[in-house]
């Protein structure tokens, strides 16, 4: 029998009318085995995540004011569920369970965790399902990062032979089981983990939104989804600023394999965005996506490539200041530095006089305001005159470009244009190439 693990994020189990809608979703497919949820999040009625009224009790907690009024707050909200959904387990003695742990000094991330701890004790019991604690399975080492092997031991261990279960997101334990959480959003790490530890047939992600979208929606009207991508596509376009999941929540279902789909839950019908690594039918362009606030740095030196060190020198300049390169774009005699200008804070006067020193640069020129404008897509690969169009439809919107690259994978065309230019840039893409999309 197959086996789909299905994420719920925070605003689908703000509440109890939001828990019914799960429970509707899971039990219309018999493969989907394995549920992982985030802590309720916020919705029309409700105007705070729990997590984050969690994070408030644990400051007030450790700078020792009393707590007890937000800690009402989230207890109540679980009660509320509890009593609208009829469940029977000990909703009292859990709560209570929660309020000794904060009151007992238990560190911030510790105190955050609860949040999906109670509400996966309440869609388990809702679901008639096993519990799962997280700090069980999900293991990390005394520096507070994953232990892969360790997690994907215990997911086998525990989980693997269980025919139905609820698993916390968010949260695990390290090797002494004090709880420790992945960063905000952690809940898709926890469930990529799941995924990939278990072999699944697919890892659902559901949300509040129908799948990724073409482009942005603040910046182009009512952009086309993308029904389809590769994983590789996702991950260009989430380097970019496109938000999609916690970045780090694709790694391990893209190495095992395992297909991601992101769906809706308001939209349940909606197929929602499939990431895979095989092709299905597509499109050229799969999506565009724009990071603002870069800065070039920008060195003239006849012979430069005469000199076998200079590019190593250059780019040790950046890495000892602790700044990661974009991209270094260059000519016969010339070469840039893209990096993001909230990296350069109180480093940039420093920087320029460690490249004259270091470089020797004939000439040494820096100019901020460059936006990064990606068009991904895996249909581009070998696909006649797509800079072509890529290029007339900027010049039609009558946009400067700064800086192309292309790399040799095909897979992507980045161009920098000013931060100004930027959004109508996008605009000009997505109506180039929105027929053409993966939709
Ligand atoms: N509840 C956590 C947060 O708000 C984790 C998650 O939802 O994935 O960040």
């Not at 700078?63 to 569920?81: L, P, S, T, V, W």
Request: net charge negative; aromatic share 8%; charged share 25%.
């Amino acid at each position: 029998m197959e086996r789909i693990v299905c994420k719920f994020g925070g605003s689908s189990l703000a509440g109890a009318r939001e828990f019914k809608r799960v429970k509707k979703i899971v039990e219309a497919d018999p493969n989907r085995r394995v549920v992982v949820v985030s802590a309720p999040g916020k919705s029309s009625e409700e105007p705070f995540k729990v997590t984050d009224m969690l994070l408030m009790c644990a400051q007030l907690a450790s700078a020792g004011f009393h707590y007890d009024e937000i800690f009402e707050q989230i207890a109540g909200r679980f009660r509320k569920i509890s009593l609208e959904l009829g469940l029977s387990l000990d909703i009292e003695g859990l709560i209570e369970e929660v309020n000794q742990h904060i009151g007992s000094g238990a560190s911030a991330a510790s105190c955050a965790s609860r949040g999906e701890y109670l509400c996966a004790q309440l869609m388990a019991d809702y679901l008639g399902w096993h519990f799962v604690d997280a700090a069980d399975v999900v293991r990390f080492s005394f520096e507070d990062e994953l232990d892969e092997e360790e997690t994907f031991r215990r997911i086998g261990e525990i989980v693997d032979p269980l025919e139905r279960v609820v698993v916390p997101g968010f949260y695990g334990a390290l090797p002494d089981g004090t709880l420790t959480t992945f960063r905000r959003g952690g809940s898709d790490v926890s469930g990529s983990l799941l995924a990939a530890g278990l072999n699944a047939s697919l890892y659902e992600n559901w949300t509040d939104v129908p799948g990724l979208l073409m482009a942005d929606p603040k910046i182009v009207k009512r952009p086309k989804p993308m029904r389809y991508m590769t994983y590789p596509e996702l991950r260009e376009l989430s380097y970019m600023g496109a938000q999609v999941l916690q970045a780090d929540a694709v790694f391990p279902v893209a190495k095992a394999g395992i297909p991601l789909q992101i769906r809706s839950t308001l939209l349940p019908e909606d197929p929602g965005t499939l990431i895979s690594d095989n092709g299905v039918q597509r499109g050229i362009v799969t999506g565009i996506a724009v990071k603002k606030n870069f800065r070039v740095f920008t060195l003239e030196k006849t012979k430069m490539r005469e000199d076998r060190g200079f590019l190593r020198k250059l780019l040790s300049v950046f890495e000892s200041n602790r700044v990661a390169v974009e991209g270094t774009p260059s000519g016969i005699d010339s070469v840039s530095v893209i990096v993001s200008e909230e990296q350069l804070v109180g480093k940039l006067d420093k920087i320029l006089e460690e490249i004259r020193m270091y470089c020797r640069p004939h000439r040494l020129m820096t100019h901020p305001g460059l936006a990064l404008v990606v068009v991904v897509g895996k249909g581009m690969i070998r696909t006649k005159g797509v800079a072509a169009k890529l290029f007339t439809s900027l010049a039609q919107a009558n946009i400067n470009i700064r800086m192309i690259s292309q790399g040799s994978s095909e897979l992507s065309i980045l161009v920098g244009v000013e931060n100004e230019d930027a959004d109508e840039a996008v605009v000009a893409l997505y109506e180039a190439f929105k027929e053409q999309g993966s939709c």
